[in-house]
């Protein structure tokens, strides 16, 4: 019914991922899958072009009741459309986090290895970054990542304000369990540090996994959150700059949106014609058949990695499709990006770039068809 395995060209659309590299290069780099978006969102976005005219848009509230839909539906999260702000991407979103609650020479507390765009948040505003790095345990060639809540703990300073959260994870591709929620969100409030949950993974669930949002395990919680969302990754519409920040406080909410005012701009047309069609439930079945189809491309990484990197290290990801391998048993005198793209001829993230404890890794980016996947598991190993 959905045809995951088709090929479809992307050089011609302006697409970053298609157009950084020379065009031998196989791009498994960017967060943005290679499949075509489900019917009802291409139908929404058809007819708003087919009008003909481009004006000023308006959100209307049923966008946000139809978020308020949602986290009822997936979690029994009961929010209200007051709580939701609009806002055009989720990197937008944290930074405006940083500048609601922070104050120059402030602290931002970070997970690393994680998203880069979170280490960036403190340099882009006079802040300090705090680290709470993860913990890495191994089983054979498995990686496991946790979160080392006495660490956390330390790492949480005086002028600590604002504690980024990655949740699911990138680029590991954890999904945090109850008791690492809890621990994290109780030294926060000790510490009165507001809590800003980026889950924008939070329905690239793999292998039957589930998610939580951080703020729906208490109110007290809930109190002291910034949750950002979207339907972009999920539903393959990320370059249309359509996401949601959930924040049940009321003062802090208006600090928030003092912090955006005549600054960040609206959503555009296009993004609340996708983000409404995309929330519904018309996607439903498409989103089923991609996530069976992701956890098969992650068995197929896995399985690979297995059998033709022997000295490669892997996570096993419970969301996103993204696959955080350590190469540096293979002792390269490169960073392994680097190496790889001029000897693979694919594009993949290096790890440095996620901060410390992503030195000698790759991010794979499994969002592609299998028969694509399985070519640039070929070159890398080739390569290798
Ligand atoms: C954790 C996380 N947050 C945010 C983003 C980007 O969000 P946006 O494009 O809405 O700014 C990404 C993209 O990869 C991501 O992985």
Known sequence: MFNFDEIIERRTTRSIKWGLFAPDVLP????????????????ALQERVSHGIF???????DLQERVCERMARLYQWKITPADVVLIPGLVVGFNVAARAVCQAGDGVLV?????????????????????????????GRILHYQVDLPAFAQAIRPNTRLFLLC?????????????????????????????????????????????????????EIADQTITLIAPSKTFNIPGLDCGFAIIQNPTLRKRYEQAMAGLVPHVVGMGLT???AAFGTETDAWLKALLAYL??????????????LPKANYTIPEATYLAWLDLSGYALDMPAAKFLLEKAKVGLNDGAMFGLGGEGFVRLNFGCPRAVLLEGLERIANAL
């Open 55 to 61: 004006g000023y848009d308006f959100l209307f509230a």
């Open 274 to 276: 996708a983000g409404y």
């Open 111 to 139: 997970q690393p290895p994680v998203y880069h765009p979170m280490l960036h948040v403190a340099g882009n505003q006079q802040l300090e970054n705090h680290f709470a790095p993860l913990q890495k345990t191994q089983t």
């Open 28 to 43: 498994m780099w960017v967060a943005d899958m290679d499949f075509r978006v489900p019917a009802a969102i291409e139908t």
């Open 295 to 308: 956890s098969e491309n992650a068995r197929v990484v896995r399985e690979f990695v297995e059998q033709r």
């Open 167 to 219: 949740h699911p994870h990138n680029p590991v591709g954890r999904i945090w369990n109850q008791s690492e929620l809890h621990g994290m969100a109780e030294y926060c409030i000790q510490n009165n540090v507001i809590i800003c949950s980026d889950e924008i993974h939070s329905e690239l669930l793999l292998d039957g996994h589930t998610h939580t949002p951080l703020a729906a395990l208490a109110p």
